[in-house]
């Protein structure tokens, strides 16, 4: 997905924590550190209601998210938490450097 207006520090915010990934991935394998990012989607929280609340055009902008999210929905905490959880575990031994979108599809299509 590109850019939305008015998010250009926010987006290259996402992007130093993609690349402190990748960097991090590098200089910390000699000490068997594995170092991933999460980039969630947007996730329905109570952070993100009061930041709809805050916009003027909130249904609009409401309406965007669902329509650039394939699943169709925004997500929930625990699904992010989950992406988490499974990084943090054994299950994720042979995976590092890696950014995992847990977007509901976003980023992909």
């Known amino acids: 997905m590109g850019g939305i207006e008015g998010l250009s520090v926010y987006h290259a915010t996402k992007a130093a924590i993609r690349s402190f990934a990748r960097s ?3 200089d910390l394998k000699s000490r068997r ?10 996730t329905y929280t109570p952070g ?3 930041a709809l609340q805050s916009i003027q055009d909130s249904e609009r902008l409401k309406t965007f998210f669902l329509n650039t999210i394939p699943l169709g929905r ?8 989950k992406a988490v959880s499974f990084l943090a575990s054994e299950d994720s031994n042979y995976v590092t450097g890696i950014e995992l979108c847990v977007d509901g599809g976003m980023a992909q299509i």
Request: net charge neutral; charged share 15%; hydrophobic share 40%.
């Open 74 to 81: 925004l997500g929930n905490p625990n699904e992010i938490a």
């Open 33 to 42: 550190i594995r170092v991933n990012a999460i980039s969630p989607g947007p």
């Open 48 to 50: 993100f209601e009061r």
């Open 24 to 26: 991090w991935t590098v």
